[in-house]
């Protein structure tokens, strides 16, 4: 009988980028004392103002350390976001710089 193959739930590509982004998250959190939006709340999660596309994950320039309802209410209301700078132009979503 033949053995079946086992799949992989992410390339090997993807999940050295995770690798790396978790080591990248954690270093980031640890320097981070206060929600980056509130002031106020301890961050938890990691917004991406930019996307998660390609090298747009381990992107530290355009990272925010956010609490859960700061990050909720960014994701809620595009449009604020934009205005206050947490998300980025339209258009420029999941695009990485030209720099």
Known sequence: MKRRKNIR??????AEALREYYNKRAIFMANI???????????????HKRGRA???LTDIRHWMA?????????????????EAGYICEKGLWNKPDRS
């Open 9 to 14: 739930r992410v390339s090997v590509k993807k």
């Open 54 to 56: 390609g090298d747009l």
């Open 33 to 47: 004392e206060a929600c980056m939006c509130c002031k106020s709340a301890l961050p938890v999660e990691i917004h």
């Open 66 to 82: 956010l609490c859960r309802k700061c990050h909720k209410a960014i994701h809620s209301n595009i449009a604020r976001a934009r």
